[in-house]
């Protein structure tokens, strides 16, 4: 196991699979406002406990969120962590893009391919299906593009383009900028209410669509499980537009925060990158991005 999986292993957490818990004591922090023409967090009003799945009004379809082109302040103030991979940065995102409102569902992942991977499968098929890695998710994108007529953006590992008309893994610079929902803060709305983490967790994962949504809204875009994006892990550069990370890497980026993890790394710029594209593990998931043609 790779040394970077415990690398912010704090107190005491349960270990599932592959032993990680990441996060440390900071303060969170204001930063400034950036142009995102997106609306203001969530109020931490409670649980939805159901999720739209009408077709968006952006065009997107049943069960995914229409995501308008912005700009956006990507990465952290100091003063929020001590993580010293969140350099703040101009990143730009110039493509509309369709975004899964949930984590893709254990019953969704079995629908297409036939088999269910996740541990926790008691939690039922409206579950986050975990325990897939990098590839698996990239053949899941692939597969449903094929059904559904599109083009797969996959040739095994690489990415066609942004332009790609099929379904794909989030950049992290896409995630983020969806994360955050036109938010600065650490997270998009108090913790409890938009997230399960190793406090309110469980010890599992839980129902997708649980917690408050954003502004935008995505559900579970903090807790549950990590989400793979598609980006190898880097440094961030300056001023970007529609960053795609390096071209090479050792890890693949992941995102979120899960069931396990615990505050400190449950936020909009926290990125580990602990995972090879062959690991797998229980609060590990994904959900895809389709560019909006």
């Known amino acids: 196991m790779p040394n970077q999986i415990l690398r912010l292993f704090v107190l005491s957490c349960s270990v599932v699979a592959i032993a990680a818990c990441d996060g440390q004591t900071t303060a969170p922090s204001q930063r400034a406002a950036v142009d995102t023409g997106a609306g203001s967090g969530a109020d931490g009003s409670g649980d939805t406990g ?15 969120v229409s995501i308008e082109p912005g700009t956006f302040i990507m990465g952290t103030f100091q003063m929020e962590s001590v993580e010293t991979d969140e350099t703040e940065h101009t990143v730009t995102i110039t493509r509309a893009f369709c975004m899964k409102a949930t984590e893709v569902t254990q019953g969704e992942w079995q629908a297409e391919m036939g088999d269910n991977p996740s541990l926790f499968q008691g939690c039922g098929p409206n579950c986050p299906v975990e325990q897939v890695n990098w590839d698996d998710a990239v053949l899941y994108a692939n597969a449903l593009s094929r059904r559904e007529g599109l083009a797969e953006c996959y040739a095994g590992s690489t990415l066609s383009g942004l332009d790609c008309g099929g379904y794909r893994l989030p950049t992290e610079a896409e995630w983020e900028y969806a994360a955050r929902a036109g938010t600065t803060g650490a997270t998009y709305g108090p913790l409890d209410s938009v997230g399960w983490y190793n406090v309110n967790g469980g010890g599992s994962t839980q129902a997708v669509g649980g917690k408050t949504a954003n502004s935008f809204g995505l559900y579970d875009m903090l807790g549950n499980v990590w989400e ?4 190898w892990y880097g440094t961030y550069p300056g001023q970007v537009i529609d960053p795609t990370g390096p071209t090479t890497g050792s890890y693949r980026v992941v995102r979120g925060g899960s069931w396990l993890t615990t505050a400190p790394g449950v936020r ?20 895809l991005v389709r560019t909006a043609l």
Do not use: E, K
């Open 228 to 231: 793979w994006t598609g980006d």
């Open 268 to 287: 909009a710029a926290y990125r580990y990158y602990g995972f090879t594209a062959d690991i797998r593990y229980a609060a590990l998931g994904f959900r």
């Open 50 to 64: 159901t999720v739209d799945t009408d077709v968006d009004p952006g065009g997107c379809q049943a069960g995914y």
